[in-house]
């Protein structure tokens, strides 16, 4: 079972912007550690797209950003495109479980 | 560039042992840890445990404690992940996947393309 919680699904039209929240506690994001956000298609490799809580690797277009506060952190995307389909992972640290957590996913539907 | 590729799909019975390999290339082997995460079928991802390349140290998620036995062969830049007395539960994709450290901020920067492990009698 994820501690990390996100929205099962979000959905929005070409152009528009979504956001995908990931709520977490005081053992894992509200202790300070970084979120990390993955795009995920089903069947092939996962691909990172923010480390940090909001940094961008090379390669990852500008309309993905991420944000982090208190025990939660966000993935936004802008100007919405059919290829941003797939599902989104933010992941952490949990000194509770010493190990990586993972969110629950979101499914990004582009109407 | 960096490549993790992948050994082939498995099929196991229940109670049997499952190895997955991942071969690396593109980048110096030591320099970075290598970690195992997983995907049941319609779940999502679930980090396993890591091992350090140099040395071999291994860290597991408490899950998978005793059950998990991670390697690596540095003669041929190849990391290893042994499941053991597998369940249906255990059926999932298998990814390999790098980070620089094993610290409470670092991050999986390159995926393996996944291994399916089947486990059916």
């Known amino acids: 079972q994820s501690v990390l919680t996100q929205p099962p699904s979000v959905s929005g039209a070409p152009g528009q912007r979504v956001t995908i929240s990931c709520t977490g506690s005081?053992?894992?994001?509200?202790?300070?550690?970084?979120v990390h956000w993955y795009q995920h298609l089903p069947g092939t490799a996962p691909k990172l797209l923010i480390h940090?809580?909001?940094n961008r690797p090379s390669g990852v277009p500008d309309r993905f950003s991420g944000s982090k506060s208190g025990t939660s952190a966000s993935l936004a995307i802008t100007g919405l495109q059919a290829e941003d389909e797939a599902d989104y992972y933010c992941?952490?640290?949990?000194?509770?479980?010493?190990?990586?957590?993972f969110g629950t996913g979101t499914k990004v539907t582009v109407l | 560039q960096v490549q993790l590729v992948q050994s082939g799909t498995e099929v196991k019975k229940p109670g049997a042992s499952v190895r997955v390999s991942c071969k690396t290339s593109?980048?110096?082997?030591?320099?970075?840890?290598m970690h195992w995460v997983r995907q049941a079928p319609g779940q999502g991802l679930e980090w396993m445990g890591t091992?350090?390349?140099?040395?071999?140290?291994?860290s597991y998620a408490q899950k998978f404690q005793g059950r998990v036995s991670l390697s690596r062969d540095t003669s041929t830049s190849t990391f290893y992940m042994e499941l053991s007395s597998l369940r249906s539960e255990d059926m999932a994709v298998h990814f390999c996947?790098?980070?620089?450290?094993?610290?409470?901020?670092?991050?999986?920067?390159?995926w393996g393309q996944g291994t399916l492990v089947t486990v059916s009698s």
């Open positions: 996947a790098r980070s620089r450290g094993y610290s409470a901020y670092d991050y999986f920067d390159n």
């Open positions: 593109g980048y110096t082997f030591i320099n970075y840890y």
């Open positions: 091992i350090n390349p140099s040395g071999g140290r291994t």
């Open positions: 005081s053992s894992n994001i509200g202790a300070g550690y970084d």
């Open positions: 940090g809580n909001h």
């Open positions: 992941q952490s640290y949990d000194s509770s479980l010493s190990g990586y957590v």
